[in-house]
Nanobody, 124 residues
Framework: QVQLVESGGGLVHPGGSLRLSCVAS????????MGWYRQAPGKQRELVAA???????NYADSVKGRFTISRDNAKNTTYLQMNSLKPEDTAVYYC??????????????????WGKGTLVTVSS
């Protein structure tokens, strides 16, 4: 019903920058929250940043001042600009979308989809 495609991951040196993108497509009726999560080896998945339709944002304390989340509502796309990257930012980054989808002639307001993840490696 909904597909999320992430891009922009890769290998970067400490202090460097990367920009992640996530495009949502499919039978989308509306999107309320778009977010980025990450999971490092041996650790639980954690919220990195999230943004509402109106532009309200929420960040993990560990990334405040370094990462910026944004979205283009017309394109159902969210971006995560990551600056001053640290080795501890190394993880698989997942896009998450919450909202509503069209199912036949009805609307399902319980949409909660995840992308497959993109690997970010910060290493010298």
């Amino acid at each position: 019903q909904v597909q999320l495609v992430e891009s922009g991951g890769g290998l970067v040196h400490p202090g460097g920058s990367l920009r992640l993108s996530c495009v949502a497509s499919g039978s989308i009726f509306s999107i309320n929250v778009m977010g980025w999560y990450r999971q490092a080896p041996g650790k639980q998945r954690e919220l990195v940043a999230a943004i509402t339709t109106g532009g309200s944002t929420n960040y993990a304390d560990s990334v405040k001042g370094r990462f910026t989340i944004s979205r283009d509502n017309a394109k159902n796309t969210t971006y995560l600009q990551m600056n001053s990257l640290k080795p501890e930012d190394t993880a698989v980054y997942y896009c998450n979308v919450e909202g509503a989808v069209v199912v036949g002639s009805t609307i399902d307001y319980g949409m909660d989809y995840w992308g497959k993840g993109t690997l970010v490696t910060v290493s010298s």
